[in-house]
């Protein structure tokens, strides 16, 4: 079973001298759904290749990302079982809809500046053809399940580190994802800032169920939120297991 599984996942860039750097090499990771799993490591240590392998935006070597899908009957649209799916294999339309139901978030945002905080949350429902009165439903549903309903008019420039990534998170959230994906996402921000963010992630979790894979370089980050965790060193996954139990 499990609901993501990495096998054998290696990851060689092709660096200009002609020589190959093995960024991550042979990875296997098994993630439960509901889990806060968090990769900590080094800068270095290949966490933001294999956190970007996780919904493409890398192209592995080789190996296996299997993530559990529905299986539905589109006659009556209801699940009928779940299949483990290589999500390597996913074709373009395939991919569209993984990368819909899989949020990220990053340490410097992401934001569109040009964009007020409405506007940014809208823009992947506008891009998945929301209608517009949908779309400014549930971005106030999203606003408030981030705490920022007041900063709707706002502009990201207008914003502190923490509220921006409020921003980053409700859009994240906007089309009901499954598996949130977190690059560094509170390694800018200072150490109260980073607890209320780590806060929010845990009871999105809770409240929604969606399973949460973070890397960080900070072993507070993961003592605080992870129920598991794996150390990166050199590519490698060096150990792994229950948070409690690896420190
Ligand atoms: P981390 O996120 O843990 O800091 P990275 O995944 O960013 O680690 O980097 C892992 C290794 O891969 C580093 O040696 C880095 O220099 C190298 N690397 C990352 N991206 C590229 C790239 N696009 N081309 C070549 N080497 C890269
Ligand atoms: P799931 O597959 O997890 O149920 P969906 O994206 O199908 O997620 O739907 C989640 C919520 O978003 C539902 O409440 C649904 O009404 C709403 N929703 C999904 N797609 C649209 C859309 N194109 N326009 C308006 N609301 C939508």
Redesign the pocket.
């Known amino acids: 079973e499990g609901f993501i599984k990495i096998k054998n996942l290696i990851k060689k860039y092709q660096l200009n001298n002609g020589k190959g750097l093995v960024a991550v090499n042979n990875v296997n990771l098994d993630i439960e759904q509901g889990d806060i799993y968090g990769i900590m490591g080094l800068s270095g240590a290949g966490k933001s290749t294999l956190i970007r392998l996780l919904n493409r935006l890398e192209e592995p070597t080789s190996g296996e990302i299997l993530v559990k899908q529905?299986i539905v009957d589109k006659k009556n649209n209801t699940i009928t079982g779940y299949e483990n799916k290589n999500i390597l294999k996913f074709n373009m339309k395939m991919l569209r809809e993984y990368r819909?139901?899989t949020g990220m978030i990053f340490q410097h945002f992401n934001l569109l500046n040009s964009r007020n905080v409405a506007e940014n949350v809208a823009f992947p429902?506008e891009i998945?053809?929301?209608?517009k009165k949908?779309?400014e439903?549930?971005v106030d549903e999203l606003l408030e399940i981030v705490g920022l309903s007041d900063k709707k008019q706002n502009y990201p420039e207008q914003l502190s580190g923490g509220q921006k990534q409020r921003v980053a998170i409700a859009r994240a959230l906007a089309?009901?994802p499954?598996i949130l994906l977190s690059d560094e996402a509170t390694s800018a921000l200072d150490p109260r800032t980073t607890n209320s963010i780590l806060e929010l992630l845990k009871d999105i979790n809770k409240k929604f169920g969606i399973t949460i894979i973070l890397i960080t370089h900070q072993m507070e980050v993961i003592k605080k939120i992870c129920n598991k965790t794996a150390i990166m060193s050199d590519g490698q996954i060096i150990e792994k297991g229950e948070t409690k139990e690896i420190f």
Not at 128 to 131: A, D, E, L, T, Y
């Open positions: 529905e819909k139901k429902l998945s053809k929301w209608k949908d779309i439903k549930r089309n009901n499954k």
